[in-house]
């Protein structure tokens, strides 16, 4: 058997302008989607997470399936090979949350078929068919929820294009991420603000330059390590995509819930109108945090620097 896990990830900046070619910059953190692969008759995956068992080539495939057999098309095309397998697939991620938890899925499922197929699954290429399968999921992928759950580390990334940045996490640092619990499809977000582009191209585009100019700042101060500075750049970015109409009543409360609990900046991540938000502390009063979120699940993260990785068994 060969299994694969792909971490999470946290867009801590640019999210919804990266799909016009803005810059973003994400982190991948400590919640990983896994995949285990062992030779069957026939094609199956089997979602653990989504309760789901299925034939991928068979004619009732439910449409959260759809991208495995994208992927798997690819993988067996380049393999020249009808190989049968039965992959189980679990994750750790919340689902439809913006933490990416599609993309992890897919990027372990590809790197360990391409095993399963006797390829060594270099990193490029798992993650140019992850993109090809999120097609699928997402319609317009920006690209970066596959390439962080591929390369790991806390990434700089502008139309495909990616800098890995060397920032020193100081272990004080804590990023608190809260699950809403309100579920929403990417894909009709991303074209709604879209078309709130369209219908004011040159309100929006003021907004996205702001956007760039926001992104590039905070990759200064990550990299020069500074973190008040940064918390304030992730409350700017938090008003940007209230404006573009990406926030909620539920998002903003918890966002200025964790101002209050002293976070040094929190906002949405992902692409909003529920998911998650997350907040960043330099002193974190743990109990508080568990009574104030009492009724929502939250997630104490860490950024790693490995990406998508064999599970030794
Ligand atoms: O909510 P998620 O994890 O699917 O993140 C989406 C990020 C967007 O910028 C809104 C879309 C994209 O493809 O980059």
Redo the contacts with the bound molecule.
């Keep these: 058997m060969i299994c694969s896990r792909a971490p999470a ?1 946290v ?1 801590l900046f ?6 016009k070619g803005k810059p ?1 910059i994400a982190t991948a953190v400590d919640l990983y989607a896994e995949t285990c692969i062992e030779e069957s008759e026939d094609y199956i995956v089997e979602s653990k997470q989504l309760g789901l068992k299925f034939s991928i080539f068979g004619t009732s495939i439910p449409p959260s399936l759809l991208q495995f057999r994208k992927a798997a098309e690819l993988v067996m095309n380049l393999a020249g090979s009808t190989r049968g397998f039965h992959a189980v697939v679990d994750s750790e991620i919340p689902v ?8 992890s899925t897919i990027v372990s499922f590809i790197h360990a078929l391409l095993s399963f197929y006797g390829f060594k699954p270099e990193l490029s290429l798992v993650n140019k068919m992850a993109f090809e399968a ?1 097609k699928i999921v ?1 319609g ?6 596959n390439t962080v759950a591929t390369y790991g580390g806390t990434l700089y990334y502008k139309k495909g294009q990616i800098e890995r940045l060397d920032v020193k996490w100081p272990r004080s640092l804590s990023i608190v991420v809260v699950d809403t619990g309100v579920k ?1 499809s ?1 894909k009709s ?2 074209r709604e ?1 879209l078309d709130l582009y369209e219908a004011h191209p040159s309100i929006m585009s003021k907004l996205y330059d702001v956007a760039e100019e926001l992104v590039n700042e905070a990759r200064r101060r990550l990299v020069e390590g500074d973190f008040t500075s940064l918390g304030q750049l992730i409350n700017i970015n938090q008003g940007l995509l209230s404006a573009i109409g ?1 926030s909620s009543r539920e998002i903003e409360e918890i966002v200025y819930r964790l101002r209050s609990l002293g976070a040094i900046g929190s906002k949405l ?4 109108r529920g ?1 998650v938000v997350y907040g960043v502390f330099t002193d974190l009063n743990k109990d508080l945090l568990k009574k104030v979120f009492r009724n929502y699940t939250v997630y104490l993260v860490k950024p790693i620097n490995e990406g998508v990785h064999h599970r030794i068994l």
């Design positions: 990830k867009i640019g999210e919804h302008f990266v799909v973003a439809a949350a913006g933490m990416g938890s599609s993309a999120e997402h317009k992928p920006s690209g970066i929820d929403r990417t977000i991303v603000v990406v991540s992902g692409a909003g998911g």
